[in-house]
């Protein structure tokens, strides 16, 4: 027993039971695809309570190394107290089962599985190894002799470890919905979308003609752990109905077992589509992710039937949370989730890693297509970029020409329907930077004999009228000041009308046989 505890307390096997008591509960951590399995066999959290157990261990063995190097008596083979001596027997003997535990677990993953331990590893390693390299400097390198240094890197150490452990085994963030949902009118049907605070699954709740409906957002049927959730609906599923959505946060999503946290429920939205012959839409365009100055300025206006989001939410889509915070979030302010919103792409929209997820994010199947509300039919295109494809901007992704030249194919293959009021609603008033694409467009806007172009991209609330239909741009953000406009169809015509902070910016109405 005197050998073992002579060698249990040596200097160098303490730094190799500190080295292996901190990398276990790490490592341990990265085998958790195993985790299930165990908890199956025994009880559900026995795997958790392993890891807190490993984790306390590391503790333990990072004092009693401290003791053991710094700290009289404990430093000194002759006054070294037996309870310590024998402490350190029972960690070296705990670690070396820790030790075991995450080399069994690896064992057990299998050839398949064990790549991913290690890529899980190596997500993490930047930071562990970090930790490992700071905490077995401050402990064993004898060049910390500076009292205040070795408390300061302590403190370091150990509140870095801490949240990055609590950080990574439970979000520190709290976990809401980001705004009421928006719901847009695909032209086939509603697109239900909503966006929480964090990464989980979501559902949809209503009751129709009798029978209740619980959709969960899934692709393939499986959930999809995202940030945004969209729900295809029939209109007349969700006209003048009332639903509810719901969440919950995924923490950790693995290939066998994961985490689940918290479930939010929305209160119930009662939805509301207005097909009569008045109209009265809410129109915002550029808010380039200033919610809420072009908010303030939407409240001064009255309630609406519908709104149209004419693009440019934020500089670009690099990442989910842009969508889901600058275009959800805003489209759910604005509306409220009880009344219908035509989405239009920006070119802002079409820029960064996650702009080619949009349309699957917002449910939608094109970002150009027609929305028919009673009298009136909405033409929604998407002029995507005001450059050309080689512009240094788009990084080499851009093939935005070819798609126009589909668009306007598309266009040219609509039938005009007298018995509407048809309107083009469009990001850029320009609709293509071709000429002959631009030419084309214009050429099928009379032949459809739309009435009216409403767009946004240049920042500034105009009525245009020196081109072949009077073209409507509705504001936006400039210069630290929002303009929001409104539109007023009615069946002798349409009205016009843009404010901003400061009252009316621009104003007009037209008749539809002016027109
Ligand atoms: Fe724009």
């Not at 002799?145 to 408390?151: E, I, Q, S, T």
Request: negative net charge.
């Amino acid at each position: 027993m005197k050998k073992l505890m002579k060698f249990s307390t040596n200097t160098l096997t303490m730094f190799f039971v500190w080295l292996f008591a901190v990398i276990a509960p790490w490592l341990f951590y990265c085998c958790r695809i195993g985790h299930v399995y165990v908890d199956i066999v025994l009880f559900h959290g026995f795997c958790q309570t392993l890891l807190w157990i490993m984790m306390l261990s590391a503790v333990a063995v990072s004092v009693l190394a401290f003791l053991r190097l710094r700290v009289a008596p404990y430093n000194d083979d002759e006054t070294m107290p037996l309870p310590f001596k024998a402490a350190c027997v029972a960690f070296f003997a705990l670690t070396a089962v820790f030790t075991l535990v995450w080399v069994i677990s690896l064992g057990v993953m299998g050839v398949e599985s064990t790549p991913v331990a290690g890529k899980m590893l190596l997500e993490t390693l930047p930071f562990g190894t970090a930790v490992v390299v700071a905490g077995g400097l401050f402990l064993f390198l004898p060049a910390l002799k500076n009292r205040k240094v070795r408390a300061a890197v302590a403190a370091c150490v150990i509140t870095a470890g801490f949240f990055a452990v609590i950080g990574s085994l439970y979000p520190l963030s709290t976990y809401e919905f980001v705004s009421a949902p928006m719901v847009i009118d695909t032209g086939e049907g509603y697109s239900v979308v909503f966006a929480t605070t964090d990464t989980g699954t979501g559902y949809l709740e209503y009751s129709h003609d009798g029978k209740d409906y619980k959709i969960y957002d899934t692709e393939d049927g499986r959930k999809v752990n995202s940030r945004i959730h969209s729900f295809f609906v029939p209109y007349e599923h969700l006209d003048n109905n009332t639903y509810r959505v719901g969440a919950t946060r995924v923490i950790d999503e693995l290939s066998y077992g994961g985490t689940n946290g918290k479930t939010i429920v929305s209160g119930d939205y009662a939805f509301k589509r207005n097909s009569g012959e008045v109209q009265r839409i809410l129109c915002v365009s550029d808010w380039h992710t200033r919610i809420e100055k072009a908010e303030k300025v939407i409240a001064m206006g009255g309630s609406y039937d519908a709104v149209i989001l004419l693009g440019d939410a934020a500089a670009g889509l690099q990442f989910e949370e842009e969508a889901a915070d600058y275009i959800v979030r805003f489209g759910g302010d604005v509306s409220d989730g009880v009344i219908p919103v035509i989405y239009t792409r920006g070119n802002h929209e079409t820029r960064g890693a996650y702009a080619t997820e949009l349309s699957d994010a917002l449910g939608l199947d094109s970002f150009y297509h027609e929305v028919v509300c009673g009298d009136y039919r909405f033409i929604v295109l998407d002029s995507v970029e005001d450059k050309p494809d080689d512009h240094p901007e788009y990084g080499g992704m851009a093939d935005y020409s070819a798609y126009r030249a589909g668009m306007i194919e598309w266009l040219e293959g609509l039938s005009p329907d007298s018995s509407k009021h048809t309107m083009i609603v469009c990001h850029d008033r320009e609709i293509c930077i071709e000429e002959d694409l631009r030419e084309r467009a214009f050429a099928a806007f009379e032949k459809l004999d739309a009435a009216f172009l409403f767009s946004g991209h240049s920042h500034d609330c105009e009525l245009i009228l020196t081109e072949s239909l009077p073209i409507y741009t509705d504001g936006g953000f400039k210069n630290g000041k929002y303009i929001a406009s409104e539109i007023t169809l009615s069946p002798t015509g349409i009205s016009v009308y843009g404010w901003g902070a400061d009252g009316e910016v621009q104003s007009g109405s037209f008749e539809w046989r002016t027109l």
